[in-house]
């Protein structure tokens, strides 16, 4: 955590420039309210406003938004002169109307934390990629005389040193007026792939995901009710499965990659619309395994249509003792989700085997008429890992 705890925003425009686009929404949230709500999220407890260009009433409504979201827990105000709105410390100024993330706020303030910059006597300003520098800045206490200038002309001066976080997952970018807002919308959805872990994330279900997103957001659905909607099409996938004939295997293992692709939805829009919680990622966890014992139930019923009840009750007999074993290693020690394995090399296959990557191993095997191969791997292969996890686990208890 950064010690930078006050920000400035300046709102100042050219003359005769159109309005800046503060109470239009992007991605659900109006621009202004969800600068705001991004600096808070990124620390800063002390959040300050300069826009002498704006009218009271303006200012007024755009306080009311922010101060009656149960999402902003920092501290709000206009100020009326650049002494009043400038702390005595060092602070992040922000430039005119920008959309960013919070990530990206906090990483800035981290790192010239860390280059020890707020001691120096230089200005900071942030560079990304696909921006320009600018927009971003952590002003020194050293230089505080001279955002007079500033606060009249809406121009920094001088030398400005930069901060280039060219990670893609990093991104912030200028809004100046309406023409501008509809691109920089699409840019900000489209950086939120680079939230996703997993290869098939990245590389095909954000091609879907992010589009729907984006739609999304501008509905009154919270997470937890899209991540219902979803754990509804995994009972669906399951039920197909179990019809057992080729075409209801194939529409079933599809369905199944829907929920691969509306599982990377309820998670876009939890950080788009500030949403992010415990229980909401406990209870995506839970939907996640829920829908698993019902895609393996429902291939077990599937293939006992066609193969008979005996071949296809020893596969889901293994899966169950091994899916079952693999479950209370990896979720009995604190941390879940495998935390006591972390320093070991096994660590990284629980990530690959714990994430939806298989739902297309899934897919494929359908599409070969294969499912009940597939049931047989999982069986086996399930105890393989268990008892590989649990060798593991022995090793590093006796140390």
């Known amino acids: 955590m950064s010690d930078f705890e006050t920000a400035v925003i300046l709102l100042k425009f050219p003359a005769g420039s159109p309005p800046p686009p503060l109470e239009k929404d992007v991605a659900g949230i109006p621009l202004f309210k969800r600068l705001v709500l991004t600096l808070g999220r990124a620390g800063l407890r002390d959040i300050r406003a300069f826009g002498p260009d704006l009218s009271a009433q303006q200012r007024e409504t755009l ?27 060092p602070f992040l100024l922000v430039k005119g109307p920008v959309l960013t993330t919070h990530k990206t706020v906090h990483e800035f303030l981290e790192r010239c934390q860390r280059e020890q910059r707020e001691t120096q006597d230089a200005i900071v300003g942030l560079y990304t990629p696909g921006s320009q520098s600018g927009g971003l800045f ?97 009972l669906g996938a399951g039920w197909f499965f179990a019809q057992g004939t080729y075409l209801w295997g194939v529409a079933g293992a599809i369905l199944l990659a829907l929920t691969a692709i509306w599982d990377c939805c ?102 070969m008429g294969g499912l009940d191969w597939f049931l047989w791997l999982a069986g086996i292969g399930s105890n393989v890992f268990a008892l590989a996890l649990y060798r593991v686990r022995q090793s590093k208890t006796a140390i």
């Open 63 to 89: 306080q009311k938004e922010v101060e009656g979201d149960p999402r902003f827990r920092a501290t709000f105000s206009w100020r009326e002169t650049w002494e009043d709105a400038v702390p005595a410390e």
């Open 266 to 367: 309820d998670g876009d829009v939890a950080r788009l619309k500030f949403m992010e919680s415990d229980f909401g990622e406990t209870l995506d966890t839970a939907c996640d395994n829920i829908i698993n014992v019902f895609i393996f139930t429902g291939m077990m019923i599937g293939v006992a249509h066609t193969r008979g009840l005996g071949y296809a009750l020893v596969p889901f007999a293994l899966l169950a003792l091994g899916g079952g074993t693999i479950f209370y290693l990896i979720y009995s020690h604190e941390g879940g989700k495998g935390a006591f394995f972390k320093d070991t090399p096994i660590y990284d296959v629980i990530q690959v085997l714990a994430s939806r990557n298989f739902i297309y191993v899934i897919l494929l095997f359908a599409l």
């Open 138 to 234: 952590m002003i020194p206490a050293a230089r505080r005389n001279e955002m007079a200038s500033l606060f009249v002309s809406g121009e920094l001066k001088g030398h400005i040193d930069i901060v280039s976080l060219n990670e893609p997952l990093y991104f912030w970018s200028g809004v100046p007026d309406t023409r501008s807002l509809r691109g920089a919308e699409w840019k900000f959805i489209q950086s939120h792939r680079h939230h996703y872990h997993q290869a098939m994330d990245i590389a095909f279900n954000a091609l879907f995901s992010l589009p729907i997103s984006s739609l999304l957001v501008k509905l009154p659905v919270t997470p937890n009710q899209l991540t219902l909607f979803g754990l509804a099409i995994g």
